[in-house]
Structure formats: C-alpha cells, structure tokens
C-alpha cells in the first residue's frame, strides 16, 4: 500500500493533498465521505483523499516502518498503546493545546482513552458502546413480558431459559443468550467487578471476579450441552446478514453496538419487536456496566504535512461533524455536549441510552497496554477451553496471567529504555 503513489497521481495544483486511511466500508465509509468533501470544501488549501483500507492495522504499521505513512489513519483506542510504544505516532498535545481542544468538551472516557503515557495520540470519532438487545416478539411467545428487559444476570438466566426451544429430537432450535458471542475476550469480567490488569503493570487475569464471570460463562456450556450448542451455531449466517442469529429469531437476547439497527432496518423491520436497555450485571451495585472503545483518529509518525493533517482531524473534531459522522454510522457521539438536532435526526430511536452508558462511571474500555493483542489472544485460546469444557477458567487462566505477564514485564522494560534515550 503505497501512500505517496496516490498524492503523486494527482495534478500539482498548489495544495497540499493528504491521504486519509480508514478500515470503514459501506454506509460508514460514506458517512466519512461525507465529511471530507465538507472539509475539502471549506478551504482551498488542502484536499483529502480518503481509502478504505483492508487489514489497516498491519498495513498502517508496514507503512510508517517504510517511512511512506498516511497523513491521517482510522485506527481504534484498543490500537493506540501498541503503536505508541513503537514511536509510531505523532504526540498531539501541542497542535491540541494551540487549538484549544480540551478533555472538557469530550466524555471523559473517550479522551482517557487516547491518552498513554500521559500523552495524547489520538482524538475519537465514534464509541463502539455496546447494550442489552432483547426480541420483544419472542418475550411474548415465551410469557416473558415484552417491555420488562432481565434486569440481573440471574433474571437473564431465566429468560434465557424459558426462551430457549428444542424440537422433537431435543436438538437446539433457538437460545435465549449466548454469553460466547460476546464481541471480545475477557469482556464478562467487567460485568462481575472483575479487572483484567492494574492499570500500572501488573495482569490480574485470575482475579476471584474474574474466575467467576467464566464460570457463569462456562455454566451455558453445561448446562445446554456443548455438542448440541456447537450444531446449533453451525447454522448460523453471518454476522451482517439477513441470517444474522438475532435477526432470523435464532437468539433472544443479544449484547451489540448501536449500529445494529442498520442491520434491523435492512433486514429484519417487519419481523419482530425489539428492544435495548443497559446489559444485566451480577450484582446491583454494577450499573450500566458497558465496553466503550472508540473509533480513533491517528496521524502517524513521519507525516510530511503534520500541521494540515491536524487542521482536518480537528475538523472532523467540530461538534457538527462529528455529530455528522456518528449519525451516518449509526453511533452515539464521544462529546460531552449533544446537540438537540442530534438526537432528533438520529436513526437510532434509543441513541440517548448509548449516549448515557458511553457516560457510566462503569463503562469500561480495553487495557492500555502495549501487548494487549497478544493478551487478546491468549484470552481468546482460553475462553475457548473454557466453552468448549476443555478447561476450568481457574486452569485456562492461570497460564494467560503468566505468559502475558511476563510479556508485559518485556514491553514496559523496553518502553523504559526508550524513555531514557536507549537504542531499542
């Protein structure tokens, strides 16, 4: 992927041409479409080419290691430890303190989330906020009533059971829930109190908190049988399609993101009732518990036009194009301040629930840390023992901690020799 190749295309007319890189297709590409010709319209002094990239991560990093990176990248918060401890982005704390552009006007989580190391190497576009989606139609069916989410995971249990259904030869024809859809690894500890590191150094994978949201994760797996829930989900289609399991009445209950009312609208708005309430959590001091990552933009490390690159980031940071941008994705918006037209205009009926729960003081995002990939995958290995009823969570998770311990202990000596002006 050669940045410079497409800036080179173009005729030489004076202005600066930036490339902006983002992982979005389909309605949420045109939705970044839209505010890009908004800002190369507003000026003439700077044009953006925007690209829909594959595999951005990887090729974003390829790209700034071969010194031809993009002026601005669509990473996300969970991106930004690993690329900074790799000196792979531009610090914004400058071009922001002489913009203006505080932590005041934004969530608070939103911002943090950006920060590592004190520094400031992103601003946020859309929060991937995520909440409790329940078929209304189906609640009826099972007795349940309709307008009454579970509002404990014990209640949710329950629901899950009167709604689950078996044909004549016992085999599964739709779940209640399914805990192992969750979009994330390691995402139930949080709605158990539980952590998955310090916030410092330390990997607290094996927390009591923790064990116990896997042994209610793992209790599905037994108490439905885990041959028969495997041939169950074998028939699922995918996941932004009609025979998405939500929407085709496979599964009752869901845990997902705002956008899937564009799924909804496309393809399931005659079908069923639904609708959306903050996700159960184990006790009743844990409210509106919820995973709030963010969308992110980025300029990379060795950009030849820093200045510009930031005068469009920032613009994409104005109240009314962001709020452009997260009501074209479908999205609550990370500022602080909601315009009236926002909520009005917005496709999501239930958009001010996202808004209030990107706002929790329990909303949650991932660790800041620079191996969370690797940690993302060792998790990802034993949560699957654990469904699969291969191991214990006490077992599965006793190795994680001490691997991605000791690959944490690898990464913040390396960040500390860098910090005291070492070679790495």
Not at 146 to 166: K, S
Not at 407 to 418: F, G, K, M, V
Request: net charge neutral; aromatic share 10%; glycine share 6%.
């Amino acid at each position: 992927m050669c940045s410079s190749c497409a800036r080179e295309a173009r005729p030489n007319d004076g202005r600066v041409r930036l490339s902006c890189w983002v992982m979005w297709t389909g309605i949420e590409y045109d939705a970044m479409r839209r505010v890009v010709d908004a800002f190369n319209a507003s000026q003439n002094r700077i044009v953006v080419d925007l690209l829909s990239v594959s595999d951005i991560k990887r090729k974003t990093l390829i790209a700034i290691a071969g010194g031809d990176p993009p002026d601005v990248a669509g990473l996300e918060t969970i991106d930004i430890p690993a690329y900074a401890s790799k000196r792979a982005l531009t610090p914004l704390d400058d071009h922001l303190r002489a913009a203006g552009l505080t932590r005041d006007r934004y969530i608070g989580l939103m911002w943090d989330s950006c920060v590592y190391h004190d520094r400031i190497w992103a601003l946020p576009t859309v929060p991937n906020t995520l909440a409790l989606y329940w078929n209304k139609t189906m609640f009826a069916e099972a007795g349940l009533d309709p307008d009454r989410p579970p509002r404990t995971l014990a209640e949710l249990d329950e629901y899950a059971e009167q709604l689950t259904r078996r044909d004549e030869q016992g085999r599964l024809v739709r779940m209640g829930f399914l805990p192992n859809r969750a979009p994330g690894p390691g995402l139930w500890v949080y709605f158990f109190g539980g952590r998955l590191w310090d916030g410092v150094s330390r990997v607290t994978t094996t927390e009591p908190a923790n064990l116990r949201a896997y042994r209610w994760y793992q209790s599905y797996a037994r108490r439905y049988g885990q041959e028969a829930l495997q041939s169950f989900q074998s028939g699922f289609g995918n996941y932004q399609s009609p025979q998405n399991y939500f929407l085709a009445g496979r599964v009752g209950m869901v845990l997902d993101g705002a956008w899937l009312v564009n799924m909804m609208r496309a393809y399931a708005a005659s079908q069923f009732r639904w609708g959306v309430a903050p996700f159960p959590a184990a006790a009743d001091s844990l409210q509106a518990v919820t995973n709030a990552n963010a969308d992110v933009l980025v300029i990379p490390a060795g950009v030849r036009h820093p200045a510009e690159s930031f005068e469009f980031v920032a613009f994409v940071s104005s109240q009314p194009m962001l709020e452009r941008l997260c009501t074209g994705m479908t999205g609550p918006t990370p500022l602080k301040t909601v315009s009236p037209a926002f909520l009005a205009r917005h496709p999501h009926p239930n958009i001010r629930l996202f808004i209030d729960l990107t706002n929790s003081p329990r909303a949650f995002i991932a660790p800041q840390m620079p191996n969370w990939k690797e940690y993302q995958a060792e998790l990802t290995d034993a949560v699957e023992q654990v469904w699969l009823l291969q191991a214990t969570p006490e077992a599965a998770f006793a190795g994680v901690q001490a691997r991605v311990q000791r690959s944490l202990d690898r990464e913040l000596r390396h960040e500390a020799r860098l910090a005291a002006g070492e070679r790495p």
